[in-house]
T-cell receptor
Framework: QKEVEQDPGPLSVPEGAIVSLNCTYS??????FMWYRQYSRKGPELLMY????GNKEDGRFTAQVDKSSKYISLFIRDSQPSDSATYLC???????????FGTGTLLAVQP | GAVVSQHPSWVICKSGTSVKIECRSL??????MFWYRQFPKQSLMLMATSNEGSKATYEQGVEKDKFLINHASLTLSTLTVTSAHPEDSSFYIC???????????????FGEGSWLTVV
């Protein structure tokens, strides 16, 4: 079983739609949960991060963590064409103290 | 905000030659840096953890003699792809962890990546 599982997509939505991106993970020691956005041919940029379970909102983005089911989500409201990118989840923490990425979900927001 | 600089941003080399990629933390010290490789339409795969003043820790399946990592100072780590072959062509990305901080959302900073093409 991979440490982090993520649907690679691609996911295509119309502008203004609500987008739901999800990941599952296997290591219960993970405590920090990050979402990165990566545009084509660029390094990843941190979008949001949460600590432990719960929700965190930042503008149009909401990150949700359910540690009991080892499930993490990113919601994008009022999606824009500029949101078109690959979104990578990356839980971290525990003994290894390194960042492990999911496969990334390619999102395309159609104008 | 914190900046990590990678150089070169792209390089083309001949098969059999060696290529060095630099990763610098510009405004913070980073005892620990990470090197990732990303093939087209795939995720970032951690290759190794680079530790200043000591040997790098390689992930399973990564050839340490082929991907030489040197972390000679608190702000610089280098990745040298030795005897490069076309299958080594990839996007190499480094990240740096701000010193004395555990890996979390706001302590890891990524470089812009280096495109390597081996012909």
């Amino acid at each position: 079983q991979k440490e982090v599982e993520q649907d690679p997509g691609p996911l295509s939505v119309p502008e203004g739609a609500i987008v739901s991106l999800n990941c599952t993970y296997s290591n219960s020691a993970f405590q920090y949960f990050m979402w990165y956005r990566q545009y084509s041919r660029k390094g990843p940029e941190l979008l949001m991060y949460t600590y432990s379970s719960g929700n965190k909102e930042d503008g149009r983005f909401t990150a949700q963590v359910d540690k009991s089911s080892k499930y993490i989500s990113l919601f994008i409201r009022d999606s824009q064409p500029s949101d078109s990118a690959t979104y990578l989840c990356a839980p971290a923490g525990g003994a290894t103290n390194k960042l492990i990425f999911g496969t990334g979900t390619l999102l395309a927001v159609q104008p | 905000g914190a900046v990590v600089s990678q150089h070169p941003s792209w390089v083309i080399c001949k098969s059999g030659t060696s290529v060095k990629i630099e990763c610098r933390s510009l405004d913070f010290q980073a005892t620990t840096m990470f090197w990732y490789r990303q093939f087209p339409k795939q995720s970032l795969m951690l290759m190794a953890t680079s530790n200043e003043g000591s040997k790098a820790t390689y992930e399973q399946g990564v050839e340490k003699d082929k991907f030489l990592i040197n972390h000679a100072s608190l702000t610089l780590s280098t990745l040298t792809v030795t005897s490069a072959h076309p299958e080594d062509s990839s996007f190499y990305i480094c990240s740096a962890r701000a010193d004395n901080r555990r890996v979390s959302g706001n302590t890891i900073y990524f470089g812009e990546g280096s495109w390597l093409t081996v012909v």
